[in-house]
């Protein structure tokens, strides 16, 4: 399932409204509740003047919640961010791709995609 730019529970007291989630399907289509940090298996933001508070606040607050997969779209620097493998308080792993890379969701394996389409 897509969401765009809807809350996203995370907690009591934060639910960011993420500019693209790529969630598990559900069975009401989320129409009961927001999704929470389990449903999301994509989460990405589109980022230039918000660059910084993106690269941190955000970011520490997805690992946080174990959001599997965030994808940062920097459009400042013409670059995708990668983040995987949330551990503690950071991502284990980060990449940074251009146009001419491409990219496999780590959650589905068969889809991937090309930078340049996305920037």
């Not at 009961?32 to 994509?42: G, K, T």
């Not at 459009?75 to 284990?92: I, M, T």
């Not at 589905?108 to 389409?117: E, G, P, R």
Request: charged letters at 20%; aromatic letters at 8%; one cysteine or more.
């Amino acid at each position: 399932m897509v969401s765009v730019q809807d809350p996203l529970q995370l907690g009591d007291i934060s639910e960011p409204e993420p500019d693209f989630m790529l969630l598990k399907p559900n069975a009401d289509y989320y129409s009961s509740r927001h999704p929470m940090a389990d449903d999301v298996l994509l989460l990405i933001e589109v980022s230039d003047t918000s660059l910084q508070f993106d690269q941190n606040q955000k970011l520490r607050l997805y690992v946080l919640h174990n959001i599997p997969e965030y994808w940062l779209l920097n459009l400042n620097d013409v670059c995708l961010e990668v983040y995987r493998k949330p551990n503690g308080e950071v991502y284990a792993e980060k990449t940074t791709l251009y146009p001419g890379d491409s990219v496999t969701l780590s959650q589905l394996t068969d889809i991937s995609i090309q930078v340049s389409d996305i920037l």
